[in-house]
């Protein structure tokens, strides 16, 4: 499984960005996808994640805010983040994951830079 994400960028806060992830490969055997976060200096966090069945989980900072979809016929997920913060200022990433019997496997797009400025 490949992930490409894209549509970060300069935004002030209130404004809005949708993310993008575009998978390719085994996308059959996706269980789950996600949009993590990473700030310098702290680990990547969980922002918000879509199940196969489509039902969807978001941390509480963003709830209200942030709605995570997925257009199964174009393979890609999005996050559209509305009403945003300066502390919504990180990387973000992409995950998709498989099982194997008691295997997890991980797959991880390359980061997009989002900056919100007050």
């Known amino acids: 499984v490949q992930l490409q994400a894209s549509g970060g960028g300069l935004v002030q806060a209130g404004g809005s960005l949708r993310l993008s992830c575009a998978a390719s490969g085994i996308i059959f055997s996706i269980n789950t996808m996600s949009w993590y976060r990473q700030t310098p200096g702290k680990e990547r966090e969980l922002v918000a994640r879509?199940?196969?069945?489509?039902?969807?989980n978001y941390v509480d900072p963003v709830k209200g805010r942030f709605t995570i979809s997925r257009d199964d016929a174009k393979n890609t997920m999005y996050l559209q983040m509305n009403s945003l913060k300066p502390e919504d200022t990180a990387v973000y990433f992409c995950?998709?994951?498989?099982?194997?019997?008691?295997?997890?496997?991980?797959?991880w797009g390359q980061g997009t830079q989002v900056t919100v400025s007050s």
């Open positions: 995950n998709a994951y498989r099982v194997d019997g008691f295997i997890r496997y991980d797959y």
């Open positions: 879509i199940l196969r069945s489509g039902g969807t």
